[in-house]
């Protein structure tokens, strides 16, 4: 129990000043002017007026002795450590993390009177640190962000703040003003106190920054602004900046490159790159850095760029003009997404017409300049009804083949010239088709009874022949015939089937069937009654729009339109080099039989290894499932998910070993002592005094009793004739 004298409870603060100070001018003014104009009994009058003065405040004041058992809580006081990946970076005295840590630990060891809450700020709200835990290693450091979180947050607020950075922060950024750093100090109307890490500048030649203007499309260029710097020792004049495509198919491929002269430190160039597939795709910014970089991981960026489509480019190369490549030629011209180039092959090198050759209408199909110069620029080939041998076309399929399994799409469609009887049997072609090709001599050809095909448990859960059984449920027209293929290869699956016919395996031969081809995918549609589906009694009571679902499904599949993918796949919290990942998988309720596996490949997309699989328990009845990958070296990866055998849903990523918060590896003290100086703050470097000015404690009175030293009416009174016996004193002085 503590005892203290305390002014009466029911008298403010400021009014117990006031009196104070009115009765220490008093006394002034007793002394300065009284005393200087009485004629005698100086002493008397200035102890009366003394004792007058004091009793008139003790009547103002009425002391009261004040006994209580009291506690002394500190204030609370948030220590914000920097947890963005920078602080993995070299500093003074081994990494910044390790002066980061040791600066936390000096200011709780100094500061015990204070209640010390220490968070960790990066991307998003604060994270309270406990003791000996790691801190994590996020992507920004933002630290405004944080702020905001704070203030906004329903726990008690703290008194003041200490922050301890290397001064490479997000928000606020290097420009912010004066008045944006008061503002941030005004969040929480506390000073913020910084702590710098680092003094050391690493001799480093990195890729800052690539930005693009507008968005990545297939076929269309690309700006790129590459920002450069170079610090430290190191002595650079120009550097070499080139972007490639990492690829799967192959090395990657240089895009562009060019000269950045560097002047000051820093250097900006213009580069103009040109992709020719559509979807997710990983592009490498790099330098040439000079000897003696001592930070190589910033010397390239890698940008997953979701590359679009501004049209689809499809070459339909038909063979005749039947009704079905009539109704198919009908379609892709009608889609306003599509951008057709279509040839109807009407004769032969070797037909004679027995006319001059400018006197004819019919040119001759360029058979060398579609499949050598334009083929690349080209997002899928439909081959429909066609014979490759009397056109020329037999010599360009290992292209073709190449071309598919290099991200192109091909669509085979039935007719009495393809196939096997189109001659593609035992051509490199036939190694892209997702149904095998029977080319032994005597082998059947076509089967040209009529049938209506069988719909497959995969084809009723794919996503790509929804849009067909929305309309038409599972009635097919009858099919005047098909042509005969063989068993789906592997990574393929059938749609529909003959309903009678077998393959040499005893299954049901496939009438549809899809399959990933490489990078790049193909569909194999054996019968050419596709029109049935417009003209038909089906047709009829579908308003003749089974056609189009049908083809609106298979080249979206093609083209990895998330609509007709069976799976989607999405990277959680991005990837870091050597820290694992996370990748979502979410399954469409259709999506293959319950009991087939859900795999996940993945695969580095500049190196040979074999893929590592990683299996994952399948959602029932669709949902959501993840797979943890394992730490990945930097560099770009390619993710595939597979339900069950069929086709696998692809997403391309990116992992870098510092990112953003590496491409510039200077520290900025001086934005931290900014900071301070705004706030009205104190600044510190990491390893000298750590004592900063915190907030007194408060006291906290758990049990109080307050006993007056007299009623009121007594200190009245006393005053009361303290101030008669000066008058007295006054007048015997000879003061009126």
Known sequence: MHSRLASSGDLPPWAAVLACVLALVSLGVLLALELRRRERGGPSIVATGVIAVAALVLAVLRPVRVAARESVVGAKVVVLVDGSRSMDLPGDDGARHVARDRAAKDIARLAKEARLVTMSFGDGAPRVVSDGAPIGSDARSDLAAALRALGTSAEERPRALVVISDGRLDEPSADATEAALRALGETLRVPIHTVATTRRVLADASVRRVSTAGAAVAHVPLPLRVEIGCEGALACDSLTVTARELREDGPPA???????????????????VTLDRAGTRIVEVAVTPPSGDELPD??????????????????HVAGRPTH????????????????????FILRTSSDNPNARQEDLSLIPFPVDELFTEHLPSFDAIVLQDFDAQPYGLERHLPAVARYVRSGGGLIMVGGPNSFVAGGYADTPLAGVLPVALDGTPGATAADVAPFVPSWTDDGRAAPLLEPLRSLAGEELPPMPGANVVGDVREGAIALWTHPQRKTKAGAPMPILAIGDQGDGRSVALAVDGGWLLEFSQLGARTGGRGHGALWDGLVGWLMRDPRFEPAQLELVGGCVADVPARLRVRVPPSGGSPDAPLVVELRRLDDDSPPARVELKRPTGGGVAEAKLPPLAAGGYTARVRLGTGPTTRRDFACERGGDEWADSRPDAERLERLASATRATFRWAGGDMRVPLPPPTVVSAERHVVPFAPSWVWTLAAAIALGVHWVARRRGGLS
């Open 254 to 272: 240089v895009l562009a490159s060019g000269l950045a002269k560097v002047k000051d430190g820093r250097a900006v160039v213009d580069l103009s």
């Open 298 to 315: 910033n010397d390239r960026r890698l940008l997953t760029l979701n590359v679009a489509r501004e049209r689809v480019r499809i070459l």
């Open 324 to 343: 079905d490549t009539r109704a198919l030629r009908q379609w892709l011209k009608s889609n306003a997404s599509a951008d057709i180039v279509a040839f």
